[in-house]
């Protein structure tokens, strides 16, 4: 089967080749369900969420679950996204892909920017700092005028994305984000990450160059979630600064990350799915989700501290998407 | 070239308080060089600066003919300075394998396919080969303390720092260390090691240094300096006083 014992070792993983049969299978019924409009309007619209919740989490879960950088900032990216696609589709009229580009190469220009700064703070004084310049960034959006300030931007763009389109895209994004986070774990720069992910200073002793490894994921995660962002604020078709630039988008992605299981690859996928149904059922108790959210997730620190997938793997023994090394592996 | 490390009068500290004072001595290639000292006589501080964790304010580091005074602790661990922690740091949730493979692919700078030969190498010379599917995390303290030399070999090291690595291990375990170590020794490397346990230093070192007050108090054959006024002065006077 898929799975092989392998001896001396305490842990299985499933082989690349059943793993890659097992992804595209996958895959392609979601492809056909959303093409074929096979799925409601109303599944569809929870499907783009967990796509692009997906992309984001995993995004984050390779900043603080790997590289030990927990932002409290990606809205940054996020409200620049939003804000690039509507300018770009309503201002200027150009395509929405355009527009997407145009909002990734910002995030990944302000990314590398704000790296030079914020590599000289660590910890807790990283993710202050993140969480700030997000901040600033809100208010610049609220006093800019070219942008509407406080009410905003409605996006247009003709013909407005049909909601099965945007499925399709959402997925590919997906696909793209979980695909770029596995191979990068499994290249040279993934072991170096691994490594990190547990000991960051022994990691540097043993030659790892923290600051080039870190440059990179942060410039990784800010593209990808940047273009998550812009998808899912044309799926909603209006932002303005509150919403953009909130707290609350990184306070659902540590949500996600920490109930799936950080430094996995897997959880940010079960986190993103009990985390869009979650959200949909309690909005019948207005006020009170924040607070049923924040304790579960203080219950998972507490009684789950690997969160779900981190869990099942080692009470299991056995590890899909994983980064792996054996000694008797043949060469990749 | 007969040294692989040279100190020639350095001063270094945190901050504004100074520690070394004028530090210097030589280690010759393929040597065992001891290094003791009481407490808060700056061996430790001695290693920050070889490694670059802390910038000298003046004075050069001489590391196989190569100034390294100015240079980054990530090219000096390129170049060949190996070290291991005083408290073992592994990568827990990596395999023992895994641990010293991140070592041979990022401190000598080579590709995962080559580096793997390398990893299984440093982790039989160091007697951890039939744990290498193993959970770091799951080590006991000796293992661990090995693991921290095998990752400390896998960076490919010309020079290897050992800190206090037979601390806390027990008599059987210090001799199996001492034995390691003499190994190593037979391999190739040159070694510094700092230690407390005296007798463990005379056996196993060609040249022994004791520092105080962040300089060099007296170096040479390690039973010399054992036995020398200023050590017995030092070293028993210390202990007289607990």
Known sequence: MAKRR?????????????????????VSALYFVCLARIASNNSMRYMIQIFLYITMAEMWNLLSGFTGMTSLGQQLYIGLAGYSVAVATTKLHLTLGLGLGIGVAISVVVALVMSLLLYRMEGMYFSVATWVVAEIFEKLFLNWKYVGQGSGMTIRIVPYPRIHEICVVALTVCVFAVATVYLLLRTKVGLGLTAMRDDIGAASAVGVNVFNHKLLVYAIAAAFTAIAAGIFLVNKGIVYPESGFSISWTVSLIF?????????????????????????????????????????????ILFLPKGIVGTLQEKLGFEIFSAKRFSYAKHR | MDNILEFIDVNAGYGRVQILNDLSFEVKKGEVYGV??????????????????IKPGSGRIIFD???????????????????????????????????????????SAQSERFAKDHALSSLKLTGLYDKRETRAGELTLLDR?????????????????????????????????????????DSGYSIIWIEHIIETMVGSTDSLMCMAQGSCVISGDPREVIESEEVQRLYLGVEDDE
């Open chain 2, 36 to 53: 003791i000292g009481p407490n808060g006589s700056g061996k430790t501080t001695m290693f920050n600066a070889l490694l670059g964790l």
């Open chain 2, 65 to 107: 003919g190569v100034d390294i005074t100015r240079m980054s602790a990530n090219v000096r661990c390129k170049m060949g300075l190996g070290r291991t922690f005083q408290i073992p740091r592994p990568f827990e949730n990596m395999s023992l394998y895994e641990n010293v493979l991140v070592a041979a692919v990022h401190g």
């Open chain 2, 145 to 185: 303390k090995r693991l921290e030399i095998a990752r400390a070999l896998g960076t490919d090291p010309k020079l290897l720092l050992l800190d206090e690595v037979a601390a806390g291990l027990t008599d059987a375990e210090v001799k199996d260390m001492m034995e390691l170590v003499a190994s190593l020794k």
């Open chain 1, 256 to 300: 996600i990350v920490i109930v799936g299981g950080s430094g996995t690859v897997g959880g940010p996928i079960v986190g993103s799915v009990i985390y869009v149904f979650l959200q949909e059922y309690l909005a019948r108790f207005p006020g009170w989700s924040n607070i049923i959210l924040g304790t579960i997730t203080i219950l998972t």
């Open chain 1, 6 to 26: 392998l001896k001396g070792g305490n842990v299985r993983v499933l082989d690349s080749l059943p793993m890659l049969i097992i992804c595209i299978a996958l």
